[in-house]
């Protein structure tokens, strides 16, 4: 005769094995049962991956463009070159300095000891400093930051104590001489040297604007780390500081950097403006119309005043150039009748030679 007690186990042990089966098989998924649906949030994050990713590669690919069409209207304009006339230009008309040559000495004097100095008291202390990112181009590198930090105390000697207004003298002289008389007058007097047809630049009827404003000297010296990168921090320098208003560079596959805005460039010609009397609308209506152009003159310009003891003479090539360029623009909008006759001009020394 069985237990009791013993079936009565038996039957729970099977009937616990039995709930057990049961639960294990519920777990198990019928591969004929619908899958669930993904999270909808996942569809939507990559959807917007994806039209993040488009947008940013739309508007690389515009800016690339543009940047690059700037650039060859830049070469294709031909004001690059502007700044090279202006000292074949000075070297055909020596007349336009002579009376200014005891400034233009004392001016090369100052500029050797300035850069002298900024190498020796500069240049090693940045060699080292450039050393942790340049490596072995660190002598190289710091060449043009040094010649950088000496243009900049360069522009103040030579706006205070070296040149005074002799660019806007010169900017002047040239325009007149090309046959622009009229408006020159409207920004100073011109008189006629006795017993000959020799104009004289006379008082500045309208203080002449500076090419550099405190914003263009303190943008010159935040982009001074640029040349910590050698080669290409350079170029970035050269081709920002040439340039403009929204400057990016365009790097293609062998580093080839053009700066593609006109910050410095437009300074050269704000004696220009002046005269034209243009409000600020149409000066930059003026200066966005001819980007490229003024992107190719400021790189240029930049450029000579990196030239050691010199630049401060290629500054003044630069304002000749600029006039040159000026007189162009003028006879390409105007009839050749509507100007003057072209007179040689002279620029006194007491006018010169250091007034502000």
Do not use: C
């Not at 070159?81 to 100052?110: D, F, K, M, Q, T």
Request: no cysteine.
């Amino acid at each position: 005769m069985s237990d009791p007690k013993a079936s009565t186990t038996r039957q729970r042990t099977a009937a616990s094995a039995s709930a057990s089966t049961s639960e294990s098989s519920s777990r198990i998924p019928d591969p004929a049962a619908p899958v669930a649906a993904a999270a909808p949030h996942t569809d939507t994050n990559t959807a917007r991956d994806h039209r993040i990713r488009a947008a940013v590669s739309d508007s690389a690919k515009r800016q690339v463009t543009s940047y690059a069409d700037i650039a060859r209207d830049a070469v294709l304009s031909g004001a690059w070159a502007y700044p090279i006339y202006g000292g074949l230009y000075i070297l055909s008309h020596p007349r336009l300095l002579i009376p200014v040559l005891p400034v233009l000495v004392r001016a090369l004097l100052i500029s050797a000891g300035v850069v002298a100095a900024a190498f020796f008291l500069l240049y090693l202390p940045q060699v080292a400093w450039l050393a942790l990112f340049s490596g072995p181009l660190a002598f190289a590198a710091a060449v043009p930051l040094v010649l950088a930090e000496a243009w900049i105390v360069l522009v103040f000697l030579g706006k205070n104590f070296l040149l005074g207004q002799l660019n806007t003298d010169l900017f002047d002289a040239v325009l007149v001489q090309r046959g622009y008389s009229t408006l020159v007058e409207k920004g100073r007097s011109v008189s006629t040297k006795k017993g000959s047809n020799v104009r004289i630049l006379g008082n500045i009827l309208t203080r002449p604007l500076s090419k550099f404003s405190t914003d263009s000297v303190v943008r010159y010296i935040i982009t001074l780390p640029l040349n910590f990168i050698p080669v290409v921090g350079t170029a970035f320098f050269l081709g920002y500081n040439g340039a403009s208003k929204e400057a990016i560079i365009y790097i293609n596959s062998v580093l080839t950097l053009v700066g593609t805005g006109y910050k410095s460039g437009p300074g050269y010609h704000a004696r220009y403006f002046q005269l034209k009397g243009f409000n600020k609308e149409e000066r930059d209506a003026f200066i966005k119309e001819r980007r490229g152009a003024y992107s190719g003159f400021g790189t240029v310009a930049i450029a000579f005043n990196l030239v050691p003891i010199v630049s401060v003479l290629l500054s003044l090539t630069t304002s000749v150039g600029a006039a040159l360029w000026a007189a162009d623009i003028e006879s390409s909008s105007k009839a050749v009748s509507e100007r003057s006759h072209t007179y040689p001009v002279e620029l006194p020394v007491a006018l010169s030679a250091g007034s502000t």
